[in-house]
């Protein structure tokens, strides 16, 4: 099963662009990468989904290098409200049981600063 | 379109008593999916269910654990008898199709005396 590693907790200030750099060297090759975010008290909630390349949407950009044993989480202009934890998730089929990944281990905190 | 309701939203018990989660998944979603949440040990898969099946309940910690299925809209997980070591946030999730994006409750906030 692909484990994920990501730093503990990063730093940032208010208006700057955010990379956040997952691990995962035994992704296979049916496997998407998907981020979430959590603010606390709440459940994690979605952000953005990929295979491989380049994909965007209107809260954050993914990349993806041709190896795929990484990814990148990039959080453009950050602001306070973007403090939370976030999550890299490997996640494949998991229509049948042991071929799932689904783990979401501790993810990084990120702290904006003013 | 209403998100993934679970209830209750806290729950104060003493250790030995029954405990039931409640979890009402997205209206067409056939993945559900219960996690717990810890300090020491991050967000944990207990256990999930396809079509209302349980497909895998490796991640529950021990037979005191339960869950149920019972139909599309709906889900329990019980614990019983409950100690303190189960104080946790428990979320309730679920998604369409798979891998799909998961759609997480407010989850249930267990404190065991």
């Known amino acids: 099963l692909a484990k994920t590693t990501q730093p503990i907790s990063m730093d940032s200030y208010e208006g700057q662009e955010v990379n956040i750099t997952c691990s995962h060297n035994n992704i296979a090759t049916n496997d998407y990468i998907t981020w979430y975010q959590q603010f606390p008290s709440q459940g994690p909630r979605f952000i953005i989904q990929?295979?491989?390349t380049k994909v965007t949407n209107e809260v954050a950009s993914l990349f993806i290098p041709a190896d795929r044993k990484s990814s990148t989480l990039s959080l453009p202009r950050v602001s306070l409200s973007d403090t939370a934890v976030y999550y890299c998730?490997?996640?494949?089929?998991?229509?049948?049981?042991?071929?799932?990944?689904?783990?979401f281990g501790k993810g990084t905190k990120l702290s904006v600063i003013p | 379109d209403a998100g993934v309701i679970q209830s209750p939203r806290h729950e104060v018990t003493e250790m030995g008593q029954e405990v039931t989660l409640r979890c009402k998944p997205i209206s067409g979603h056939d993945y559900l999916f219960w996690y717990r949440q810890t300090m020491m040990r991050g967000l944990e898969l207990l256990i999930y269910f396809n079509n209302n099946v349980p497909i895998d309940d490796s991640g529950m910690p021990e037979d005191r654990f339960s869950a149920k299925m019972p139909n599309a809209s709906f889900s329990t997980l019980k614990i019983q008898p409950s100690e303190p070591r189960d104080s946790a946030v428990y979320f309730c999730?679920?998604?369409?199709?798979?891998?799909?994006?998961?759609?997480f409750g407010e989850g249930s906030r267990l404190t065991v005396l």
């Open positions: 990929g295979y491989k």
């Open positions: 998730l490997v996640d494949g089929d998991y229509s049948g049981a042991g071929s799932y990944q689904l783990t």
């Open positions: 999730a679920s998604s369409f199709g798979s891998p799909g994006e998961l759609f």
